[in-house]
């Protein structure tokens, strides 16, 4: 059976730091690029950050660039994003999703196969 399970969110003051984690099982980790998103409420699911499957390549997405770091330890099948100097505007439903190598936009939310379940992220003021 396929999952990806987040954990690791929390209620945090702004400042603060959280790292999520994405563990992945019932596939084979190394085939698949994974992506972070996250949902606040009455907002539509936007892409966080993005880790390539072959050459480990990172992206970010320009609200976290310099905050938020993805990493990826593949003996382990598990993606982190550690999250530095958050602000109440991180507070969130955070998930991670996988996919095969793909020609779009890793911001393309139908291009992933597999979805965790979500972690949810507070940042108080």
């Known amino acids: 059976e396929v999952q990806l399970v987040e954990s690791g969110g929390g209620l945090v003051q702004a400042g603060g730091s959280l790292r999520l984690s994405c563990a992945a099982t019932?596939?084979?980790?190394?085939?698949?690029?994974i992506g972070w998103f996250r949902q606040a409420p009455g907002k539509e699911r936007e892409g966080v950050s993005y880790?390539?499957?072959?050459?480990?390549?990172?992206v970010y997405a320009g609200s976290v660039k310099g905050r938020f770091t993805i990493s990826s330890d593949n003996a382990k099948n598990t993606v982190y994003l550690q999250m530095n100097s958050l602000k109440p505007e991180d507070t969130a439903v955070y998930y991670c999703?996988?996919?095969?190598?793909?020609?779009?936009?890793?911001?393309?939310?139908?291009?992933?196969?597999?979805w965790g379940q979500g972690t949810q992220v507070t940042v108080s003021s």
């Open positions: 999703a996988a996919r095969r190598p793909y020609a779009y936009s890793w911001r393309l939310l139908s291009s992933y196969d597999y």
């Open positions: 019932g596939f084979t980790f190394d085939d698949y690029a």
């Open positions: 880790i390539g499957n072959s050459d480990g390549s990172t």
